[in-house]
């Protein structure tokens, strides 16, 4: 094996060189970690104006999602919640699924899609998903008060 190859972390067999950073990489993976690194940030930008109510459970954890709404579609969502790395990352997560779906469509996302997302989040952690669709679903619901936006 060539020293080169040693160096990039490339035990393969083949001589393609492995990319070194996932953004580099064939296929794009999801990771909590990856998730919680931009929702974590986008916790400074400000949040859409149909705010939905701030929803808790998982013991002190909190979330509430807003959401920018035109003709029923949701064209935009941000949210704020407690610091949990899984919270945040199912958030994100949710937030860019449900952003160019009908409202009638994103109230019917399963905690099993969010999920299924990150196959690394372990059973005892898995409850955060319900909550980030929890905040998300008053949002929605605002969404519908505020608005004549059917669902």
């Not at 999602?65 to 919270?87: P, Y």
């Not at 998300?136 to 669902?151: D, P, Y």
């Amino acid at each position: 094996m060539d020293p080169d190859s040693l160096k990039l972390g490339n035990m393969r067999s083949d001589p393609s060189p492995t990319p070194r950073y996932s953004c580099c990489s064939r296929s794009s993976r999801r990771s909590v970690s990856n998730y919680f690194d931009r929702g974590y940030r986008r916790r400074l930008l400000p949040m859409e104006p149909i705010v939905g109510e701030e929803s808790s459970g998982c013991g002190k954890l909190k979330a509430t999602f807003g959401l920018r709404v035109e003709a029923g579609l949701i064209k935009a969502a941000s949210f704020r919640s407690t610091t949990c790395i899984t919270l945040v990352a199912y958030c994100e997560l949710l937030g860019e699924m449900a952003t160019g779906m009908m409202l009638r469509e994103a109230i019917q996302i399963t905690p099993e899609k969010l999920i299924d997302g990150f196959t690394e989040v372990p059973l005892a952690k898995q409850d955060r998903a319900v909550l980030a669709l929890k905040a998300l679903a008053t949002a929605i619901i605002r969404a519908v008060e505020a608005g004549n936006h059917r669902v």
